[in-house]
Each structure stands twice: as structure tokens, then as C-alpha cells.
């Protein structure tokens, strides 16, 4: 198994935290990881992503080209991104960021409403969690239980009270995730 992601939007979405927790979740599984992070002076509300390989044999490099699966979080990064997603691939995308709707037909493609349901949660810090469940429902690369532990490692002790809410959004991510093509 070799997963090779782009994850792309502006800054403050989480999209960086949503590579790392993937990365180290992966490293709980004893997979081989890559995590590479980019972003603009401006993070947040700037254009940022990452790129993401989870691997059961080495890397042999962390720079991309093209990818199995896109998150695409804003029109800009689907723009940019959308082509160099690998005949087959998977292209996830949250409506509320996108003006016009990809057309690939040689792709997977799936919508989920994760603004929708962070703002229903109350709580919109919790955006990527519920990207990162339909991540995770349409390809498991990784387990659920190892996103939670990641969790543990990358949230600042200070912030381990809000776990449970980033597991509820976890979870309700993959039920909310739908195939559109």
C-alpha cells in the first residue's frame, strides 16, 4: 500500500494539521511516512498544503508530482491541483469553498459538508477532523484509533480537552462523506 496526498486550502483550515496527524498515525502503524509542509508568509488565510505519502515499503522521495488522492479545499487549490491527480485517483472537496464543481471523469470524486457540520457542531476548529473521517472512510489508510492517538502528540497538552470534540467530528466525518462521481 502506498498513498500519496495533496491537501490543499487556506490557511487556518487545518490542512496542515490534517497531514500531520495523518503522518503520525501512520507512524503508529509502523508504515513509512512522509509529511511535507507549504505555506505562504500570510498562513493563515493564505493558499497552504501539504503533501502526504503513507507507505508499507520506503520512500524513496517526499517531493510529488502527482497524486492518489487530492483534498482540495478552496477553488484556488482545486485549480491548481485537480490535473495532477492520478488516473483512478480520489478527489475529496468541501462545496463550501468551491465555486465550480470539478470535472474529471476519470476520478473518484466526493463532497462532504464538513463546514456544515462544524458550524452545526458549533465548533468550525474541528473543519479538518471531519475531512480527516471521510479521508479515512473512502481509503483507510490509516485506523481510527491511531488518528487518536496521534491526536494526543500533536495537540499542545493545553488542548486535550477538546479531543473528544475532534474525535465526534472524526467520526461523524465519515458518515457524512458522499460519493459524486
Do not use: C
Not at 508499507?56 to 478552496?74: G, K, R
Amino acid at each position: 500500500m502506498k498513498e500519496e496526498l495533496i491537501i490543499s486550502g487556506f490557511g487556518g483550515q487545518g490542512v496542515l494539521s490534517m497531514g500531520k496527524l495523518l503522518a503520525y498515525a501512520g507512524l503508529e502503524e509502523g508504515k513509512e511516512v512522509s509529511w511535507l509542509p507549504a505555506y505562504g508568509p500570510e498562513q493563515r488565510g493564505g493558499t497552504a498544503n501539504t503533501t502526504v505519502i503513507v507507505s508499507d515499503s520506503p520512500i524513496a522521495s517526499p517531493i510529488l508530482s502527482s497524486y492518489t488522492t487530492a483534498i482540495l479545499l478552496n477553488q484556488p487549490s482545486l485549480e491548481r491541483f485537480v490535473s495532477q491527480i492520478r488516473p483512478g485517483g480520489a478527489l475529496i472537496y468541501d462545496p463550501y469553498g468551491i465555486m465550480e464543481r470539478p470535472g474529471r471523469s476519470d476520478i473518484d470524486i466526493y463532497e462532504i459538508n464538513a463546514m456544515d457540520a462544524a458550524t452545526e457542531a458549533k465548533n468550525i476548529k474541528t473543519f479538518n477532523m471531519f475531512i480527516l473521517g471521510g479521508l479515512i472512510k473512502v481509503h483507510p489508510i490509516v485506523s481510527v484509533d491511531n488518528v487518536r492517538k496521534a491526536l494526543y502528540k500533536t495537540l499542545p497538552q493545553r488542548h486535550h480537552s477538546q479531543i473528544p470534540e475532534n474525535e465526534a467530528a472524526l467520526l461523524r466525518g465519515m458518515d457524512i462523506i458522499r460519493k459524486i462521481q
